[in-house]
């Protein structure tokens, strides 16, 4: 099997799809093998917890610095013979302590059209600037900013009167979609399924 691990830092909504897709696909011989989260009140816990799925829980401010942070995550990680990682709704970093542990097995999902706004405020800057469509990114990770190697891409039309509490469920079920279609392309590549 080859086992995964998702780092989220919310409500957990694509941490849910993937695992419930992945159970879905016994024949790709995958499987989450925990979730890594850094806020201790996340809704994403107990969605780990209903799927009996280990989780590490930790704040970067229980640590010296982030590097600290990442070494204690990365030890947790070959503890649970981790593979691959899968950010779904993280929002740090990730700085080269994992990137050199994991090179190129690090992908992220990016609720815009990458290069286009990158950052947490994407669904925004896209309103703001007045575009007419934005949508979907998953990417692999590398030490810049929502920056890596695109993987896919979906776009979403953005509607006359849009706002983010309209457009952002709309991004949400591309996601959704898209997310696991794109995880099954980077296993790929890496070789980590047939």
Request: aromatic share 8%; net charge negative; charged share 20%.
């Amino acid at each position: 099997m080859t086992r995964l691990a998702i780092f989220a830092s919310g409500t957990g909504t694509n941490f849910q799809t993937l695992q419930e897709k992945i159970q879905e696909h016994p024949e790709l011989g995958i499987e989450v093998g925990c979730l890594i989260c850094d806020q201790p009140k996340a809704v994403v816990i107990e969605k780990a917890a209903s799927f009996g799925i280990p989780t590490w829980v930790h704040s970067v401010k229980e640590f010296t610095n982030k590097e600290e942070y990442e070494e204690a995550i990365l030890q947790y990680l070959r503890d649970q013979k981790i593979d691959f990682i899968l950010l779904a709704g993280y929002m740090k970093i990730v700085t080269n302590v994992l990137l050199d542990a994991y090179p190129h097995k690090i992908i992220n999902l990016h609720p815009a059209l990458l290069p286009a706004f990158p950052g947490r405020t994407s669904i925004e800057d896209a309103l703001a600037y007045g575009v007419k469509v934005t949508g979907v990114t998953v990417h692999y990770v590398d030490a810049g900013i929502d920056s890596g190697p695109i993987i896919a891409q979906e776009p979403v039309r953005i509607l006359q009167g849009d706002t983010f509490e309209t457009l952002a469920p709309r991004i949400h079920e591309v996601e959704h979609e898209l997310y696991f279609k794109s995880m099954e392309v980077a296993l790929r590549e890496q070789g980590l399924v047939g």
